[in-house]
Each structure stands twice: as C-alpha cells, then as structure tokens.
C-alpha cells in the first residue's frame, strides 16, 4: 500500500481560491486565560501544621511538607516522599511572589483573623541532597516540579517514593500512580542544562530502585554546570469550585460558587462579590475543612488587569448563609460590599454593636483587613423569587462618593431600622402582603460615613405594602437615586410627578402569585436624606418591575425592567404605543430619562424576547450605550438580526420550579435606543445546572464585564464554569475578528458547520489577522497560534495552519482537536489576544463528511498511486490502477489505535485508520477502498486508497465517497478522467 507524503505547502496553495463576502462593523472580546495555581504560606490558617506551604486546585489540595509533598484528590491523599536525605529536614521558602495576599475574616472574634498571608508562584526546597534543590512551582494552571542538580552533585541520591500506592512506569516514560481509583500521572522527565545556546537535551528517564523507590537514570551531561529533571503533573484551577447540586427549588443557591456583583477600578482591575460553598473554591483563600464560616459565605475577589490571576480573595461569612449581592470601588481601590446574612457576620467599627440581616463591609485596598463591617435591619429570610429566592432583608445596592462616603439600598423586614433623626421615613407603614411573601418588606437607602462610624441617613422608602429596592446611582451633589418596585397604592410621591398613581391592577383582584400588580418607582433624596427631591411611580396597568438603574455622564438615567410596557406605559411624547400581542405581557424593557425624571427620551421593548424575561444588569459607557444582562424563558432570534454577533451561542436550559428554560444573553443598545448593535447568548451550566448574569459594569475605556454563575464555559479557556463564578471582559472596539458568509466550513467541500475531530477547518472573516498576506505553519507540531490569530471551541484552541490577510477578506485554516468540539455550538477567532463575535457552527451532517480537496475549481486532489502525479486529461486514471485521493474529515474522530497530539502529524507506523471503511462510488459502481486513513507526516490530512474498477467509459467521470448510512455517507462530487 502506498501512502502519499505530500508537501504541506502544496495543499495549503489549494485554500487561498475561495470566496468572500462583506460584513460591517464587529465587537471583540478580550481572552480570559484559566487563573494559574497559587502556593500559600501556613501561618496557622491551615489545620496541617506541618504543611509549610498548600496550593488549591479543582478536586483536591497540594500540601508541601518538608520530607513530602501531599496532594489529596476526592479524599484520597497520595504522598510523593522524599527518600534518603540527610539527617537534617530541607528548608523551604517561597520564591516569585505574588502582590496579592490571603485574608481569612471567617467569625465574629477578629483574634481568629488572618491577614496578609503571603502568595507565591514557587516554592523551593533547598539542598535535599548535597547540591541538590527540588523546585514546586507553578506553570499557569500546571503543576511542576524540577530537581536542579548543581555542579559536581550525584543525581544518583534522588530516590522517592509513594508509599501504599501502586506504581509503574508505562511504555512510553510516564510513571503512573493509583490508589482508591484516584491516579495522577508524571510525565517522562525532560532533562537539559541551560546556560548554553541552544539549550542542551540530556537523555533521561525514570527508573525502578529496591523497596518500592524510585529515581532517574541520567545520560551524559557536563558535570560542571546545572543539569535541570523536570517531570510534571498537571491539575485544573478552579475559581469557586464545583455545583454541589445544581438549583433546587425551595433552597437555598445553586452551590458551589455565585457571582452576583461586579465593579472595576480606574486601573482596570475588576472586583467581584457572591456567594460560595466549596471550601476549595478560591486557589487562594479557602483551606482544605470540614466547612467555610458557615454552609455558604461571602466572597470578595480582586482579579488582575488581564484576568489570569487573583489581586487577593477574601471568605466573609458566618456560622450559616451570607452572600454578597452588589460591590462599588473607589477611588484608592477600596472595596465596598453588601449583602445578606443569616448572622454572626464578623464585624468591625462603630456600628459592630447594632443586629439584623443585612451587612456592609468595606476592604482595604490590599485585602489584607476590613476598614469597617457591621450589619443591621430585619432578620435574613428567603422565598421564591425571579433568580431563584429572594431575600427579606438585603442589601441590594451600593455606591461610594468622592469622599469615601458609602450608599446603601436594599430590602428589609422584621427588625426595624436604626433610622436617623433627620430620615425622610422614620419608621414604615402598616404593611399588608398577598400571601407568596413570607414578609412584607419594605425600601431602604442609608449614607456611611467615610470612616464608617456611623449613618449620615438611613430612611424607608415604603407604602403599605411590599417595595423592593434593586439599584441607587448617585450625582455630583450626593443625590441618591433609588429604583424598585412597589406594591403599595401609597407609595410616596412628589407632586407633579412623572406618574402619580400605580396604575397597575390591586393585587387582591389578581391570582395568589408573586408580583403580579406591581409599579416601578424611582426616587431621589435630597443629600441629607430628609426629604424627596422627586418620586414617581413608573408602569402600566399592568405588571412592570424595574430591576436595575444606571446614569451617564451627563446625568440621564438608564432603568431596566420587566413588564408589558403596554399603552399606558411612560412613553416618549408623541410616540405611539406599541400593540402588544397575546403572550407578550412579560417582555424586557430599557428606558432613558431625563436628569430630572421628568422625560422619557426612549423606551426599548427587547426583541429577542418573546415571553417571560428577567434582566439582572445594567450599564452605561461613556457614548450613552446601555449593556443588559438578563435571562430569558424563550429566545426567538431573528437571524439577520443576531447574524455574526454572537459571543457564544448555547443556550442555558434548566428545568426549574416554574418549569421554564432559560436563556442567558447580553445585548448592547444604539446611544438612541433604536436597536441593538450587540446580543449574543454567554450562558451554558453543564450537568443541570443554571447559569445566571448576575451583574455588568463598564471601565473607563468602555470595557465592559460581566459576573454571574455558570457562563460561555464551552468558548473561553476559562476554568470559571459548571457552577462556578464567572467573570468576563468585553470589549466592543470595531476593528476586531468578525465572520463573513457561512462563515465556518470543512476546509475542503467547503459546507458549513464545525466537522469530524481531527478534520481542517476553513473560517471566513475580517479583523483576524495582522499579517498583510500568507502566513503557512513551518514547525509540527503546529502551534495554536500564528501570526497572532488563534481559533478556539469548547475551551479548547485549535491548531492554525495558515492565516490570509489583507485589508478586506481573511481567512484562517485550523484543525479540529481530536477531542470532539461537535457539542459546543460556537467557534471563536482572537487576534492578538481579543477574541471577536463567536458564530453558531454546529457538526452538521454536511460538514461531518469527508470533503475532497481541490487544487483548482475543476482539479480535485487526487493522485496516481505509482509516482504521486495528479490525475489530469493530460495524464488519466486507468482501471486496475490504485489512485490516492485526499480530503478531511473522514474519520468522524472515529480512528483505530492513539490520535496524534494536538497539533501533531499522523504517524507514519503503524498508520493511522479509521474505524470504518467507506466505499469510493466511480459513476454507478461501488468499490470498497483499500485504505482509508490520516495521512503521515500530515495534520488534518485524511486519505483514501482505492483501485479503480473495470467497465467505465473513458473521459471525465464522476467520483465521490459513500460511507455506512449511519455516518453521514457521501461527500461532494467531483469528476477525474479516465483512459
């Protein structure tokens, strides 16, 4: 059989013949890295004394002790013991460290506090055996360890050793370590000296010594310079750990990690607050125990500008459930946190004495102490809500001013409020709820002082009945302006307001279900907070609640909601209302108004939207462009509209108490509110979960971020997913990678969609590449990078084989990983680390056959098999011969034996087939190939042997491959001559 090795630079001449297309202007969005492993220095935080040092990942904990290192996985602890060193124990010291540091504020007692705990990138253990130091560092999101032996020392002295683990060295170098169905696995060690140019290779590799041990057995090396062993292990960083249970009803969270709150610094640092239950959640905060603070804490994260690692991370939380639910900044990176508490919350400062169920906290810019912390207002309680339960008492917003004071909004029930003598609302009204609340709570917004020792204001916003408080912003004069919703026919009002009356139906008249007459309101107090500037009710007649609020810079209002926005809903002067059709009477709505709430500039009703919708952010950049996050119950997109606009497009689905399946999305708005310039859906919770976009916010370079829980796991090579915290940084410049026409093609029929593992892909675009012309892969294995374009699915970059630039049309070759991407509903572009808008491009049936090369439009890629010449009119087939022919995606990712590495050749021995044999169709006859396989030496390459049959009329005749039915058979015709 005769397997041809064909130039990969002929085959890539082949690609460049192919059609564009225009497409207008595209955001990006800039590349989330996974956040790397972090060493922690055991001040006494850790229960372990004799663990100097521990280092978190997805599943387990790394304890390094000085005669072993300790890596526990699913409760079962495997020790890498240090053998025959010296009587005296190696001293071990962190190396590389970090700015950030580790807090632990778990507790009411701050002498149980620890703060400023050191992080590292290493940690090095020094002279083992004379001579000898043993490395631990980490490699990103790897785990490593290097043995440096000096000049003159014997690597013979290295022995180790996993004491009642099952251990063997594999054919190919691993050394492979089991017990209790946990295995880890060292790589074959990779020896070299560096110091000289090139870098020098030693042969090296493990091997077996008496009692179990093991060491290297090294080749020859320059004894007088540093000779480097570097085996490795590779373990999964996870930021908030995994979904324990996915959302129940009548519980409480999804488990594992929630994110629910988002602000960025001018430095571009973001910070996030949420909830978490996995006590190995944050790589560096949390220690390996039995629980948290309590079953669910608070959590505040300080990411990095480039969102690859932790600032600092900080557990806040009591003996049961406490969760952030919104986070603000100022100016010297202070970070300000409210939420909700079931109680003991550690506190600190001159409201420490004061009791209830919802907490304030503010964090020095290090995360290294809390400033202030207190709680105060009703007892924490939950019910049912729109994101799964809300809270009677909580604090829902905060803001911070220029000088540091601190604005509080939020609900609260029960305990009544240390409301200050000069509060607009002192004490609440007589409440009367319909029976799906538990409590009937009511508003609040309360100004802290700078230093935290006391309230400047603290009043209710309430009618008579519920109120629920969802977003304050604040102006230049200290203005709180305040947005909810009501169900009180009482509500306080100014007069001539905006609205005057609810106008939604009395709840009484209306089933026993939740929220089903509401108002919006929106009200602003004077500075001191003793009386209303302006109030006004904002809805229908029928269900409208507001959800979130945002301010430009010139002082326009932003509010975001949920309702039918019928015909006497606030609508611009003079603009007629929409007709609103049967079984929109939930819909999102964005709205901008005047300073003074006193206009309507526009209403926006969501298009994608067709039922029941649920916003949870809004966010203004500096072009007056509102960005929404929000979940829906049933998307409907129109295609032209959406086209090539999409970050990710899986849909999130969850079964949940009402039965609904949810969507998660984004949408941008035109600074007039007439359309969208950006929508794309970013959630997917895998393992039935529900993912959630909790919160948005805008940087000063119109950057924008979202937080949420269980978003875009299946495009971003974040670790941030099943169930865990998600943040994630957009960005909407227009000269980014971008999709034209179909967009997604096998790199040979050229049919749309994402085809067979292993197979080439072709994608059609503008933005994504630099380069002016051709740039073609040189090395193997190919790199998932080339001339600063990469392609990513599923997590998971693929390798490029050429990128074509130009001013206009580009397009980028690449090979599908031979881990099937078929799932992940989106394929991605960066160029020089932003990521463009993602395309749907699912492994249809046309894209999941083999597609034949072309050289040319009427010469397709098929050769004589005696001396490789392509089959021509000036040079044709003959019957009896065998003729090559080559295309990808054969293999369906189905292969006989071991796939390549990603990005590397098939192998020449043994060959590489697939698992099933197709059939080659010669005008009406059916011949069964000879062999049907990758081709060696070659990434992507797929190959099929065959001999051409007897009885065929001479001339151009018609060829194409069949397979088993159940495989998608046939691939595109295409015609060679015969003699």
């Known amino acids: 059989m005769q397997v041809l090795p064909i130039r990969l630079a002929s085959l890539l001449a082949g690609f460049s013949l192919l059609p564009f297309a225009a497409l207008s202007a595209a955001d990006t969005v800039d590349r989330i890295p996974s956040i790397p492993l972090v060493f922690e220095e055991n001040r006494g935080q850790f229960n372990v004394k004799s663990a100097a040092f521990l280092a978190r990942f997805n599943d387990g904990i790394v304890m390094l002790h000085d005669d072993h290192i300790q890596v526990v996985r699913h409760g079962v602890s495997l020790d890498y013991r240090i053998l025959g060193h010296g009587p005296d124990r190696p001293k071990l010291t962190g190396e590389r460290q970090l700015i950030g540091r580790t807090s632990y504020l778990s507790g009411e007692d701050p002498r149980t506090w620890k703060s400023g705990i050191p992080n590292f990138r290493a940690v090095r253990y020094h002279a083992v055996y004379p001579g000898i130091d043993l490395l631990v560092y980490a490699k990103g999101d790897e785990l490593e360890y290097d043995w440096e032996v000096g000049p003159g020392a014997d690597p013979n002295r290295i022995r180790f050793s996993y004491p009642k683990a099952e251990s063997v060295i594999l054919p190919n170098g691993d050394l492979k370590i089991s017990k209790s169905g946990v295995t880890i696995r060292h790589s074959a060690p990779r020896l070299y000296q560096p110091g000289t140019e090139p870098k020098r290779t030693i042969t090296g590799e493990f091997i077996r010594r008496s009692s179990g041990a093991f060491g290297f057995r090294v080749g020859d090396y320059d004894k007088e310079r540093l000779l480097v062993i570097d085996p490795y292990l590779i373990y999964g960083a996870t930021f908030g750990g995994g979904s324990r249970s996915g959302f129940v009803s009548g519980t409480r969270g999804a488990g594992g990690c929630r994110a629910t709150g988002i602000a960025v610094d001018k430095q571009g640092f973001a910070y996030v607050t949420g909830s978490i239950t996995d006590p190995n959640g944050l790589p560096n905060s949390s220690p390996i125990q039995s629980k948290l603070g309590g079953a669910e804490d608070a959590f505040v994260v300080k990411l990095n500008k480039a969102g690859t690692d932790f600032e600092y991370a900080v557990f806040l939380g ?353 600074a007039d509110g007439k359309e969208m310039t950006f929508a794309s859906e970013i959630g997917l919770m895998r393992e039935g979960g529900r993912s959630r976009v909790a919160a948005v916010a805008f940087d000063e370079q119109d950057m924008a971020y979202v937080a949420g829980y269980g978003l875009m796991p299946n495009l971003l090579p974040s670790r941030l997913v099943n169930g865990t915290a998600t943040a994630s940084k957009i960005g909407f410049d227009a000269d980014g990678p971008r999709f034209v026409g179909a967009a997604v093609v096998n790199a040979a029929s050229f049919l749309p969609g994402i085809p067979s593992p292993g197979a080439l892909v072709t994608i059609f675009g503008t933005g994504m590449t630099s380069t002016p012309g051709i740039e073609s892969a040189t090395g193997l294995p190919v790199s998932s990078e080339l001339a600063g374009t990469s392609v990513i699915a599923s997590g998971q970059y693929f390798p490029v084989l050429a990128v074509a630039g130009g001013s206009e049309n580009q397009q980028v070759n690449a090979q599908i990983p031979w881990v099937s991407v078929t799932a992940a509903q989106a394929i991605g572009v960066l160029r020089d680390g932003k990521l463009g808008y993602s395309v749907h491009a699912t492994s249809s049936p046309e894209a999941g056959k083999m597609g034949i090369f072309m050289l040319d439009p009427s010469q397709p890629a098929i050769v004589h098999g005696s001396d490789f010449s392509i089959v021509t009119p000036l040079a044709p087939t003959r019957s009896g011969e065998t003729i090559v022919i080559f295309g990808t995606g054969l293999g369906r990712g189905l292969v006989l034996g071991q796939a390549p590495a990603i990005g590397s050749p098939a192998p020449f021995s043994p060959l590489l087939r697939y698992a099933f044999e197709p059939n080659v169709e010669f005008e009406s006859l059916v011949v069964k190939a000879a062999f049907s396989g990758a081709t060696p030496g070659f990434v992507g390459l797929d190959q099929i042997n065959v001999v051409v049959p007897g009885g065929l009329p001479s001339g151009a005749i018609r060829v194409r491959i069949q397979g088993p039915p159940a495989f998608s058979s046939g691939t595109q015709q295409v015609r060679i001559h015969l003699q």
Do not use: M
Request: with cysteine; hydrophobic share 40%; net charge negative.
């Open 318 to 670: 009591g003996p049961g459930f406490d969760e952030g639910r919104a986070i603000a900044v100022d100016a010297a990176g202070n970070a300000y946190v409210t939420g909700t508490t079931a109680g003991e919350f550690p506190v600190k400062g001159g409201l420490s004495n004061l009791r209830g169920g919802i907490f304030v906290a503010k964090i020095n810019a290090d995360g290294t102490e809390l400033a202030y912390s207190f709680v105060f207002g009703g007892a924490y309680q939950f019910f049912p809500g729109d994101d799964g339960f809300l809270y009677t008492s909580a604090g829902n917003a905060i803001v911070v001013s220029t000088d540091g004071s601190a604005f509080v909004g939020g609900t609260t029930s029960g305990n009544p409020l240390p409301t200050t003598p000069n509060a607009f609302q002192r004490t609440p009204k007589a409440a009367a709820c319909i029976a799906a609340i538990p409590a009937c709570p009511d508003a609040f917004v309360g100004k802290i002082k700078p230093n935290g020792e006391a309230f400047d204001y603290l009043t209710y916003l309430s009618g008579s009945s519920a109120e629920f408080l969802r977003g304050i912003v604040i102006d230049e004069l200290g203005q709180v302006t305040a947005a909810g919703s009501t169900l009180s026919s009482d509500y306080p009002v100014t007069p001539g307001a905006l609205q005057g009356t609810r106008k939604s139906h009395p709840e009484e008249n209306l089933p026993d279900r939740f929220l089903l007459a509401a108002d919006g309101f929106l009200t602003r107090l004077s500075r001191d907070g003793a009386s209303l500037i302006v109030s006004t009710y904002f809805g229908g007649a029928s269900n409208d609640l507001l959800s979130g609020i945002a301010r430009d810079r010139t002082g326009n209002l932003y509010i975001v909601g949920t309702g039918a926005a019928a015909a006497d809903f606030p609508y611009p002067s003079g603009q007629t209302p929409p007709v609103v059709p049967p079984g929109t009477e939930l819909i999102i709505f964005v709205v901008k108004i005047s300073p003074s709430l006193s206009e309507v500039s526009y209403v926006f009703r969501s298009h994608v939207v067709r039922q029941t919708g649920s916003p949870f952010g809004i966010a203004v950049n500096s072009r007056g462009e509102a960005l929404v996050g929000a979940s829906a119950a049933q998307a409907s997109y129109s295609r032209l509209q959406l086209q090539e606009r999409e970050v990710q497009a899986p849909r999130s689905c969850y079964l949940n108490r009402l039965e609904s399946c949810e969507v998660q999305y984004l949408f941008l708005l035109a």
